[in-house]
C-alpha cells in the first residue's frame, strides 16, 4: 500500500532559453515537473508546471534558498538586457539629433533667400546622425556585454552554490 503525497503546486514563465536554468535550480529545493501538466509555449516564454511535496523536511531553509534563486535569476535577466537598453538609447538619441540636423537643413534651404552653406553644414552631421546608430548600437552592446559577462558568471556561481545547498537539505 502507497501512503498518500500531498503537494504544492507552483507555475513559473521562463525565457525559452532560461528553461533549463529554471527546472535544474527548482528540483534542487524539491519542485519537480508535474507530469499531468506539460510545459506550455507561447512569445518565446516557457511555462513551466510544478509541484512538490507539502510535507518536505527543511522547507522554511529551502524556500530561503529558492527565493534567493529566483532574485538571482531576476538578476540575470536584467543583466542581459541592460546592453540592449543602454545601446538602443545611444542609438535613438544620435538619430533624432541627426533628425535635428537634417531639419536645420530643409530650413535652410528653404528660407527665402537659401542659405546653401548652413545646409551643407547641417545635412553632413544630420546624414552621419542617421547612418551612425545602426553601427553605434552593435559597439555599444558587444562593449556592455563584455562589461556584463563577469557578473554574469558571479551570479551563476551564486546559484550553482544555493542549488547546491537546497540539494543537501533534501
Known sequence: MKDYVG??????????????????????FGWHPDANRPAGQSGGRVLLHLKRDRRIVN????????????SCMREIGQLRESGGRLALAWALGVGLAGTVFMAGAVFAVTH???????MG?????GA???AAPVFLYK???HR???????????????IDQLCEKGHALL
Not at 556592455?144 to 551564486?158: I, S
Request: charged share 30%; net charge negative.
Open 7 to 28: 503537494y504544492e503546486y507552483k507555475e513559473i514563465a521562463a525565457a525559452e532559453g532560461d528553461a533549463s536554468l529554471w527546472l535544474d535550480g527548482y528540483e534542487s
Open 59 to 70: 522547507k522554511m531553509e529551502l524556500t530561503r534558498l529558492q527565493r534567493n534563486f529566483e
Open 112 to 118: 527665402k533667400p537659401p542659405l546653401y552653406l548652413l
Open 121 to 125: 553644414l547641417l545635412s553632413v552631421p
Open 128 to 130: 552621419i546622425g542617421w
Open 139 to 141: 559597439v555599444i552592446l
Open 144 to 158: 556592455r556585454q563584455r562589461q556584463v559577462q563577469p557578473l554574469l558568471e558571479a551570479k551563476y556561481e551564486e
